[in-house]
């Protein structure tokens, strides 16, 4: 596909990431003499009508969320069966390689991360779009150290479908919150409780639940309680691990309200009065 020129302008280069629905390019846009990222779905997901309308409206919503903590979304188009998105070209790496070759993390790093994601999704949030799909392959770090979450738009569009992804749901189900789980809608609340799994895998350097299957990954999610972070980790202050459990709360009401009321709790933590706090 590379030295392609997609509806005569933008010239993909090299092939630079690919997940369950989609692979990344690196392109220049000869319009605008700059390098982009293209974002191309997978031809099985072009034959679905109704999932290329979701996608494209999907996409077309989230170019219009302005924060320097989300990928900036510069164009979306089409050139016969390719269906892609045109976005900034983030010079650095997704979180998961962060994780791999950083985590256990120190926990200061892990919440200056957390607190630039929640940041990030309020704004979101505040305009009604819900990502539905928070994990550390859909957030970015920059060669600065700062946050760049993306991929909003194509776990809505696939939420709203009738395709249902197995290897999608497999990168996914370890950040599922418990409603959606059980195939309940996904809320505010729900991306709380995948920043809350985020926060936890940051800290300790391995999601809280595994399992043979995608299901049984699922089940962990509302029938088991999350391990104790201080337990394995005695320098985690427990008002941090504090914010670990209440993001993942199983029930969504007993969850924050919103991403604001996480950021300030984030926020306050470290405060010397809160180190020992009781348990949430």
């Known amino acids: 596909m590379s030295n392609k020129l997609l509806v005569g302008r933008y010239e993909l280069i090299e092939k630079i990431g690919e997940g369950g629905m989609a692979v990344v ?73 962060i994780i791999k070759e950083q985590a256990p993390m120190d926990y200061k790093v892990a919440i200056e ?23 550390p392959q859909n957030i970015l770090i920059d060669k600065h150290g700062d946050v760049k979450i993306t991929d909003f738009g194509i776990a809505i569009a696939l939420s709203e479908t009738s395709l249902t992804q197995t290897n999608t749901l497999l990168g996914s189900v370890h950040y599922l ?24 895998e940051l800290l300790v350097g391995e999601v809280p639940f595994e399992g043979e299957s995608a299901v049984s990954i699922a089940l962990k999610h509302f029938q088991e309680p999350l391990p104790r972070i201080s337990l394995m980790l005695p320098t985690v202050p427990q008002s941090l691990e504090n914010v670990v459990l209440k993001a993942t709360a199983k029930e969504p009401l007993d969850r924050y309200n919103s991403c604001e009321e996480m950021l300030e709790d984030l926020q306050t933590c470290l405060n010397p009065e809160r180190l020992n706090e009781s348990m949430f």
């Open 25 to 97: 390019y690196k392109a220049k846009d000869r319009l605008l003499n700059r390098f982009v990222a293209i974002k191309i779905l997978r031809p099985e997901y072009t034959k679905d009508v109704q999932f290329v309308d979701s996608f494209r409206k999907e996409s077309q919503a989230a170019a219009g969320l302005q924060h320097s903590n989300i990928t900036s979304v510069y164009d979306v188009g089409h050139e016969g069966d390719i269906h892609f998105i045109v976005m900034e070209l983030i010079d650095g790496k997704p979180l998961s390689d």
């Open 113 to 135: 991360i957390t607190k630039q994601v929640a940041s990030a999704l309020s704004l979101a949030h505040r305009n009604n779009i819900i990502h539905r799909d928070i994990k």
């Open 177 to 200: 919150s418990p409603e959606q789980a059980r195939g309940g809608m996904a809320t505010i609340r729900s991306d709380i409780y995948a920043l809350g799994i985020v926060l936890y």
